[in-house]
C-alpha cells in the first residue's frame, strides 16, 4: 500500500504562469485571521482607528525578512553555496523566532511614534499571534516538513490521525513524527486560554508575556523532537532561546509588578 502513497500537491494554484503555493496560502490566511481579530479587539479596546493595518504594512515585511535572514544564517553552509535559493520563501525555511524579533522590534518603535502603549497592544495581538502561529503550521504539513524522527505507520494510527495527516508523513519511504501537528495543536490550545484570559482583566503586558511563556515551554518539548532543528554546535537553537525567553519573561512580569508598572489593565481603555 505504501507505494501508492503520493504527497499532496504544495501548489495550491497558479496565476498564469506562476505557481501559488498552499505554504504561503495558509501562512497568509493565519496573517489575515489574526489581524481581523487583533482589529476587532483594537477597535473594543478604543486604539485609534486603523492602528494594526498601518503597523501591519511595516511589521509583516519586516517579520518574513527577519525570519528568513534568521533560517539562512544557521544554514549559511547551503546558502553560501546556493545564493540563488536565499529568497525562495515558499519552498519553506522561514523560523518563527526570526519573525517575532522583527515584529515585536517594529512595534515598540511604531508604538513610540504613534504615542500607544506598546504593552497595550502587545496583549492586544497575543491570541492573534498564536493563532497564525497555529494555522501556519499546516503550510509546514503541506511541504513534509517541520517533522520529528521514524515511527511506524500503526504509531500514528494510534494517534487517531486521519489518513491524510499519516499518509502526508510517509516521506521518501518513512514515516515520520507530526511534530508540526502537536506544535499547531498546543498553539490552538494557547490561542483560547488568551481569549478567556481577556476576561480576567490582567495587568497590562501580562497577556502578551503569557503568550511568551506559553509558547515557549511547547516549542521547547516539540522542538527535542524534531530532526530539522537549526543547530549553533550542539545546542538547538529553538530550545535555547524557548529557555530564555520563558526566563525574561518571567523576569519583566516580576519586575513591572514590583516597580509599579503594571498598574494599568487590560480593559482600561487609556492608550498610554
Not at 535559493?85 to 518603535?109: E, M, N, Q, R
Not at 493563532?131 to 500514528?156: C, K, Y
Not at 516521506?171 to 488568551?194: H, K
Amino acid at each position: 500500500m505504501n507505494e501508492t502513497i503520493q504527497p499532496l500537491n504544495p501548489i495550491a494554484f497558479h496565476l498564469g504562469p506562476i505557481p501559488v503555493h498552499w505554504y504561503g496560502v495558509i501562512i497568509g490566511s493565519g496573517l489575515a485571521l489574526g489581524l481581523y481579530i487583533a482589529i476587532r479587539e483594537g477597535n473594543r479596546r478604543k486604539l485609534p482607528q486603523d492602528t494594526f493595518a498601518d503597523l501591519m504594512l511595516w511589521a509583516i515585511p519586516i517579520a518574513i525578512i527577519c525570519a528568513r535572514i534568521y533560517y539562512v544564517m544557521f544554514e549559511w553552509d547551503y546558502y553560501s553555496q546556493h545564493p540563488a535559493d536565499i529568497p525562495k520563501i515558499w519552498g519553506g525555511g522561514i523560523a518563527i523566532h526570526g519573525a517575532l524579533i522583527g515584529s515585536v522590534l517594529t512595534a515598540y518603535f511604531f508604538t513610540k511614534k504613534r504615542g500607544i502603549s506598546f504593552w497595550k497592544l502587545a496583549d492586544i495581538a497575543a491570541p492573534s499571534i498564536i493563532l497564525g502561529q497555529a494555522i501556519g503550521r499546516w503550510g509546514n504539513f503541506m511541504n513534509q516538513e517541520a517533522h520529528g524522527g521514524e515511527v511506524s505507520r500503526t504509531f500514528l494510527e494510534n494517534l487517531h490521525l486521519p489518513d491524510f495527516i499519516i499518509n502526508q508523513m510517509y516521506i521518501n519511504g518513512v514515516y515520520y513524527q507530526p511534530t508540526f501537528l502537536y506544535e499547531s495543536v498546543w498553539d490552538f490550545v494557547g490561542f483560547i486560554l488568551l481569549m478567556l484570559l481577556r476576561r480576567v482583566n490582567l495587568r497590562r503586558g501580562e497577556m502578551f508575556l503569557s503568550y511568551v511563556i506559553w509558547y515557549s515551554v511547547g516549542r521547547f518539548f516539540v522542538e527535542g523532537m524534531r530532526t530539522d532543528s537549526l543547530m549553533l554546535g550542539s545546542l538547538r537553537m529553538a530550545q535555547t532561546i524557548s529557555i530564555a525567553l520563558i526566563i525574561v519573561a518571567v523576569m519583566i512580569l516580576i519586575y513591572r509588578r514590583k516597580k509599579g508598572l503594571a498598574e494599568a489593565r487590560y480593559l482600561d481603555e487609556s492608550n498610554t
